[in-house]
């Protein structure tokens, strides 16, 4: 019989092969992976988008089934229901929103010229040559990156406008694409099962109980958290009259699945534009009141009890993930950034977890507790 040290240096050996094994089978499956996205990544943000409406949405639709409602009729249903009130907020918001944008288009010179006055001194006072006026600033940094470079940067603008036909052709086809993917959205994922192989069987349907928690607490929780927001700060700003309450509140919530980003652009444009039309009084006090109230509010109800304490997705994971996303494959990248935080972090626990009990780890003393 062989003792434990004997056995160690073997299989310390099959250890590292496996996991050298497995690497190079994932680092190939990412990199081909990655290479389709990035190839198809205009044709697969509908995709993507309309994946994630299902996505979110499935849990309503296994709700009314259990409740006897057969699931394509129930999906209809649903459907009919989200447009309905998407058609109802934006019949509500969209004047409410033109006519702040209009307001910020008339206000914006004075504000900028406010700025501008206030700015001013302090930085003449430190011997630095600035222009009195913005018509005098463009004309300087006119002159500085030359007529050329700004032909250039207008024919990405327009190269840019021209994708707007496609985005349009997108939305269009999104909420289609969303009705088929919900009505079969539990047979693909049997489908799915159905072909992994039944030795792996098990562990795959394991590993994606873990990531389908994951990703159920942050994402979906996060998105309900994300709408409260915009309406509490568009609600709370309008009533203290902030000017444009509500695009600050709808800008807001858009971005406040970024960790401190949402809130930073709700303090930083409210405080802004109320120091501009209010200057420093009580309105201001207001607004900083408000902003505190909501942050609490966010931070001791809304986050635990809607996404969780146990979602393990930590902020700054959420910010670089979102960063490398939107680097490597624009507006797909940010759609597809959390999911794949997602389970790349499921997947490195279990490595971790496996390393920390194998013999090169322990020694061959047996798992550390």
């Known amino acids: 019989m062989s003792d434990g040290s004997a056995a160690g240096p073997s299989d310390d050996r099959a250890f590292i092969d496996r996991s050298i094994r497995i690497a190079i089978v994932a680092a190939t499956s990412l990199a081909v992976v990655f290479a389709l996205l990035y190839v198809l990544k205009g044709a697969l943000t509908p995709l993507a988008v309309s994946l994630g409406i299902a996505y979110f949405l499935d849990p309503v639709v296994r709700l009314l089934e259990r409740h006897g409602v057969r699931r394509r009729f129930g999906v209809l249903v649903l459907m009919l229901i989200a447009v309905g009130i998407l058609a109802l907020v934006l019949f509500v918001l969209v004047p409410v929103l033109v006519g702040q944008l209009a307001e910020l288009a008339r206000s914006l010179p004075g504000y900028l010229n406010a700025a501008l006055r206030w700015v001013l001194p302090h930085v003449e006072s430190l011997g630095v040559d600035v222009p009195t006026s913005w018509t005098e600033a463009f004309d300087q940094v006119r002159q500085s990156i030359g007529i050329e470079r700004l032909g250039g940067w207008a024919q990405k603008l327009l190269g840019t406008a021209s994708g707007t036909i496609g985005a349009v052709v997108g939305i269009f086809v999104i909420p289609v694409i969303a009705y088929y993917m919900l009505a079969e959205f539990g047979a693909v994922k049997d489908g799915f099962v159905s072909m992994v192989p039944l030795r792996y069987r098990d562990t795959v349907v394991s590993h994606w109980r873990k990531v389908d928690e ?120 940010l759609l597809v950034a959390v999911p794949v935080a997602a389970v790349a972090q499921v997947f490195v626990r279990e490595l971790i977890a496996s390393y920390r009990t194998s013999d090169l780890y322990t020694g061959g003393s047996g798992p550390v507790v």
């Open 214 to 333: 994951l990703l159920s607490g942050f994402v979906r929780g996060q998105i309900t958290v994300c709408v409260i927001l915009g309406v509490l700060y568009a609600l709370g700003f309008a009533a203290l009259g902030v000017p444009m309450a509500m695009l600050i509140g709808l800008v807001a919530g858009a971005v406040a699945f970024i960790p401190y980003v949402g809130s930073a652009l709700a303090l930083g444009l409210a405080s802004a534009l109320c120091l501009f039309e209010h200057g420093v009084g009580l309105r201001l006090a207001g607004v900083l009141g408000w902003y505190v109230l909501v942050q609490n509010l966010e931070g001791f109800v809304l986050t635990p009890r809607i996404v969780g304490s146990s979602v393990g997705l930590h902020p700054m994971t959420v910010i670089v993930a979102l960063l490398i996303g939107g680097n490597l494959l624009g507006f797909l990248g």
